[in-house]
């Protein structure tokens, strides 16, 4: 018996932040339905198109969980790593996905990060999940990674709805705003759905 019904109450309930990840991958075999979902995300296929224009060779995406789309980077520019705070899910990621390389550790961790060697990191719809470091993570990467390309993807709650997070941003202008000191934009946009009323939005720069 799982501890919640839905997975996502291991992350954010009743609009603050749960972060039970490892308990979460321990209960579901596949939150998010990572492993058929990344064709089907229009932000995804946006951070796609750029990977394949060609430049990248080592990208390196921060909370990969499964590691699904860590493969594709791979397939995509030759090499792809990730990493994750739940081991559990680290763990599955390495017998799924052999050729790729794969770290158990947190945002801030940032050697291990930097032990890949990465000319691009790339952060999923986790910066929810990650405000109380973001502060020290711009500062880290501002420092280890000038010149890396950044590329970033984020539901945008509508307008009145959101809960959390409400004091660092609530949509694509003020989640700009948050990155620009250490980020130097070169594209960004946001995509809506009529089955999904949040805005699906991304931005993509150079680490300055």
Known sequence: ????????DYVIKDGKLVGEFEAMYQ???NPWDQSFREDSVLSKSVIENILRQGGIKRPYEIGCGLGYFVEKMRTICGAGGGIDVSKT??????VKFPKCHFDDGDILEIEKISKFQPDCIFMD?????VLDKLDEFKSSISKDFKGTTFLHTLRQYPEGTQQYGKDFFTDLKGFMEYFASVV???DWGSFGSKVDPCMHTFFVGVIK
């Open 1 to 8: 018996m799982t501890k919640y019904e839905r997975y996502q």
């Open 27 to 29: 209960d579901f075999d």
């Open 89 to 94: 899910a680290i763990e599955k990621a390495r």
């Open 125 to 129: 719809e986790v910066t929810w999940y």
């Open 184 to 186: 130097d934009f070169s």
